[in-house]
């Protein structure tokens, strides 16, 4: 068909304790933008059967590195027909929320862990029992210690192609499992390209019969997790010191409203080993990645930079995440109070006692 092209329009659906990704095709005249759509909210846990139609409002639209040419990938906001948006669509708060703060100029950059299957096992397990215990996988080489590498360099290229904002990839702690980074952009942007990043994951791994997996705790036993370290700046953190300090102390204020929306189990994953904090807790440190919140040690020398809250999970839904950073951070820092002096960080918080975060996203 001559004089059209190809958009996959991608959104997130209603599906719980964690939402999924759902796309689908459609052919669009060459020169004209990819257009409002509709699909079926009863199929994919966002409508009763007898009103079953949502809408599809493209909001992010790159090129598709899948299919290539001329065609698209359009990244959709979930409307009513109203064209409100749908009580599943957790973007539209971010937007809010960054337009309120616009001033503070945030940064983020997330770095998506995610673990790799080969039917019912982790890639690079054998077929019973365990592999080595964990020490030389992480940024290894050779196949006795890399699994995956064809996927993650065929997903690293896909993402480059589509302009995402990709930092860089390696292979993480435990066999089969794998980073990517996105950012740093603001709010709404890096969650815009960190959920079509995580679509083109799995559409390239399909090609190699491979299934990725977001779940925080994929291993039972001595095996690290998966989590979405975000890292975060404001302009006025990224000019002194005190404002980095400050930024840690604001996200202990509401330790228990983060942790309960930053990803289903995250109490499997936030143990107090496995390079975790406890979910139980709160503490932020230099240089600590035992830590929820950690300064990074060049931030600590320089006198400026940036933060890594380490607590979300990999499943987390990443405008959920930076919605609330930015609200807690921004929002303390908004305050009238007096100026306090850098100090050294807290070694630990008085625990704060968080609920399950079963449900939640």
Wanted: with cysteine; aromatic share 10%; glycine share 10%.
């Amino acid at each position: 068909m001559s004089g059209v092209y190809q958009a996959e329009y991608i959104w997130i659906d209603g599906t719980k304790p964690t939402a999924k990704l759902r796309a689908k095709g459609k052919t669009v005249p060459i020169g004209k933008e990819p257009p409002i759509w509709g699909f079926d909210g009863s199929s994919t846990n966002q409508a009763p059967g007898d009103k079953s139609d949502c809408v599809l409002k493209p909001v992010f639209v790159c090129p598709d590195p899948v299919r290539g040419g001329d065609n698209v990938l359009a990244l959709c906001e979930v409307l009513y027909t109203d064209l409100t948006p749908h009580v599943t669509n957790t973007r539209a708060a971010n937007v809010a929320i960054a337009k309120k703060y616009a001033s503070f100029e945030s940064w983020f950059g997330i770095e998506q862990e995610y673990t790799f299957f080969a039917g019912s096992r982790p890639l690079g397990f054998p077929p019973t029992g365990f592999p080595a215990p964990q020490g030389g996988y992480y940024c290894g080489i050779g196949a006795d210690e890399v699994f995956g590498r064809d996927v993650v360099e065929a997903h690293f290229s896909a993402c480059i192609k589509a302009g995402l904002s990709i930092a860089g990839i390696n292979a993480e702690v435990m066999p089969g499992q794998w980073e990517f980074q996105i950012g740093p952009l603001g709010p709404t942007e890096t969650s815009d390209q960190l959920w079509v990043a995580r679509y083109l994951l799995y559409r390239i791994a399909e090609n190699f019969d491979i299934s990725a997996t977001l779940y925080p705790k994929p291993v039972r036993g001595d095996w690290n997790g998966a989590g979405a370290h975000t890292n975060f700046s404001t302009k006025q953190m990224r000019q002194s010191y005190a404002p980095c300090v400050a930024a840690c102390e604001a996200l202990g204020t509401r330790a228990e409203l983060h942790i309960a929306n930053y990803g289903f189990a995250i109490e499997e994953r936030l143990t107090g080993f496995h390079e975790t904090a406890s979910w139980k807790e709160f503490k932020y440190g230099v240089s600590d990645r035992g830590a929820s919140v950690r300064i990074p040690w060049q931030v600590a020398k320089e006198g400026k930079g940036y933060i890594e809250d380490r607590r979300p999970n990999a499943n987390c839904d990443p405008y959920v995440v930076t919605r609330l950073i930015v609200e807690t951070v921004c929002g303390e820092a908004s305050k009238p109070t007096k100026a306090v002096a850098a100090k050294k960080p807290a070694a630990a918080k008085k625990p704060v006692l968080a609920k399950r975060a079963a449900g939640r996203r």
